[in-house]
């Protein structure tokens, strides 16, 4: 192979296949499933800019780049002498058992390593090409860890150090790169997510009205956004976003009639749970169960988590589920609720300046 392998478009193609059809979006995948070819040897190597983030023109282009620098690494990881680095298929007179206990026949691995890691340098100059074009402030991320990297090769070929020690070293400085770029990755989709949000709070159609009232049991000041919300048949939804714990919103959604009555009937309900649908950002619409709150009319229709706490659920696999969403990624929430007088949409737009303040105000 030479170093302009990686520009065949059928590394693209490759990584395309690996995704969902369906949607016209990338799959949801947490920023620590990234990984690169020189931080897990014999791994299959993945990462995307997230949903939120692809149909920005720099999110969209991010994703491309990635798709062919992921086809490129994976490639390499299938090779005969990057598993002869791993012990697993070693060429020539040796065996695994040969090599397992020594990082001493440095030799050996030599001609393995060497190719590997020049294969993986066309990978990488390629990435870095595409990134200086699209998000020139990314280079800061990765060429520190490329220098290390390259030091660290260098001490495996002088001998300084064993291959056991080369490659530790190898996913250390991979689980790094993961970490830096999880946090660039997570500042592209929160800047779409904030350029959405605007745009939909001032065409979601809905009004809202911020209270501040000083609570004499704790001596501090609740902040509590409302809106009222109906349908055409007379089913009313009155909605209350405000802070329950530190970085934890909560929204309750009261569903009455005209006269603000408790008095329409919702399947479900006296269950203790209802089965709605809900929206988030541009994602498809899914089925959930919402809990009541106080009364069988009354259900907790999402919690927004911020700080530490919405970081942490970016990173699971399905953040949506049961109603919880991270801030800061999150732009858009609407659920859709049956009632006796007919199915009633609520909308959440998340950057209305008065969510906003409450939101500020549970840091």
């Not at 009555?261 to 709605?276: D, F, K």
């Amino acid at each position: 192979m030479t170093p302009g392998w990686c520009d065949k478009p059928t590394w693209r193609t490759v990584a395309l296949n690996r995704r969902p059809s369906g949607g016209g979006q990338g799959m949801k995948i947490t920023p620590f499933m990234i990984a690169m070819f020189f931080g897990s040897v014999g791994t299959s190597l993945l990462f995307g800019i997230p949903a939120a983030a692809q149909n920005t023109g720099t999110g969209l282009m991010l994703q491309q780049a990635t798709d062919k620098f992921i086809a490129c690494n994976n490639t390499i990881i299938d090779t005969p002498d990057n598993r002869f680095i791993a012990g697993y298929m070693p060429p020539g007179n040796y065996t695994p058992g040969d090599l397992a206990d020594t990082d001493l026949i440095n030799d050996a691995y030599v001609p393995a390593i060497s190719k590997t890691h020049e294969l993986a340098l066309a990978c990488r100059e390629h990435f870095l090409i595409d990134i200086a074009t699209i998000a020139p402030e990314a280079l800061d991320i990765f060429k520190p860890i490329y220098t290390s990297i390259d030091d660290n090769y260098n001490a495996f070929l002088g001998k300084q150090i064993g291959r056991g020690a080369y490659l530790s070293r190898r996913k250390e400085l991979g689980q790094n790169f993961s970490i830096q770029l999880a946090s660039f990755q997570t500042k592209i989709e929160a800047q779409s997510a904030k350029e959405k949000g605007i745009e939909y709070a001032q065409q979601s159609g809905t009004s809202w009205e911020l209270s501040r009232t000083k609570n004499e049991m704790t001596d501090k000041i609740d902040v509590v956004a409302q809106s009222s919300q109906e349908n055409d048949q007379g089913a009313v939804a009155k909605i209350k976003v405000y802070c329950v714990n530190q970085n934890e919103i909560v929204s309750l959604a009261l569903i009455v009639d005209q006269s603000g009555n408790a008095t329409i009937q919702i399947p479900g309900s006296l269950s203790g749970s209802i089965i709605a649908t809900t929206r988030v950002n541009e994602e498809s619409p899914q089925d959930i169960g919402i809990t009541t709150n106080t009364f069988s009319n009354q259900f907790l229709i999402m919690t927004l988590l911020s700080g530490e706490k919405g970081r942490e659920l970016r990173q699971q696999t399905n953040v949506y589920n049961w109603g919880s969403v991270p801030d800061g990624t999150t732009w858009r929430y609407m659920v859709h609720i049956t009632t006796s007088l007919g199915p009633i949409l609520i909308k959440i737009p998340v950057y209305q300046d008065q969510i906003q303040q409450v939101i500020k105000s549970c840091a």
